[in-house]
């Protein structure tokens, strides 16, 4: 299975922007990026995911870099509702890389 | 548009008994997943439905645990006997379809705890 490697843990202050950097140097030509996040006593919610171009939605931005071996999510103003494990998984279309699998993730601690 | 619901949301058993969890994913998502999430880990995958059909059951202990899709709709999850391993968060994530870029909507969870 392709792998991501993600900081344990990461803090910023609110209303600050966060990058949340993810590294997959295994990453291969049809693995798509996905972000998810996990807030506390919830389960995962989708955030974003990008295959080669940067992308944005309402909730954040991915920049991928240009050798797509690493990339990062972008908070643009993080709020206490953003404190959350964040996942970045690859999902590819073939064999077991299919699969939604998630690591340990990245917990991102807000401080008021 | 309504969420995955899962019930119940706590469930406290005696090892060796046997539990059910339930999942209704979002109307129209043909695809459904459990996962189960030991505390301080990811969630790991245990079974995926396309409709009512199992495309993958790799990771499910197939001696203790048992899925079923009625009519591709509901599902449900059952353990029998549990034992002290089987404590965790069992998720319910559904999906519009079965593709890579079609995001996994998830419940919230049935948090087990086996004594």
């Known amino acids: 299975d392709a792998k991501t490697t993600q900081p344990n843990s990461m803090e910023s202050n609110e209303e600050e922007p966060v990058h949340l950097p993810c590294n997959h140097s295994t990453i291969s030509g049809t693995d798509y990026i996905h972000w998810y996040r996990q807030l506390p006593s919830q389960g995962p919610e989708y955030v974003i995911h990008?295959?080669?171009s940067n992308v944005n939605n309402r909730m954040a931005s991915l920049a991928i870099a240009e050798d797509r071996k690493s990339s990062t999510l972008i908070l643009h103003r993080a709020t206490l509702r953003d404190a959350a494990v964040y996942y970045c998984i690859l999902r590819g279309s073939g064999g077991s890389n299919y699969k939604l699998t998630f690591g340990k993730g990245t917990l991102l601690t807000v401080n008021p | 548009e309504a969420g995955v619901a899962q019930s119940p949301r706590y469930k406290i058993i005696e090892k060796r008994q046997s539990v059910a969890f339930w999942c209704n994913p979002i109307?129209?998502?043909?695809?459904l997943y459990w996962y189960q999430q030991i505390l301080g880990q990811g969630p790991k995958l245990l079974i995926q439905f396309q409709n009512n059909g199992v495309v993958d059951d790799s990771q499910l202990p197939k001696d203790r645990f048992s899925a079923e899709r009625l009519k591709g709709v509901d599902s449900t999850l059952k353990i029998q006997p549990a034992k002290l391993e089987d404590s965790a968060v069992y998720l319910c994530?559904?999906?519009?379809?079965?593709?890579?870029?079609?995001?996994?909507?998830f419940g919230n969870g049935t948090r087990l705890t086996v004594t």
């Open positions: 990008g295959l080669t």
């Open positions: 994530a559904s999906s519009l379809e079965w593709a890579v870029n079609s995001p996994l909507h």
């Open positions: 109307s129209g998502h043909a695809t």
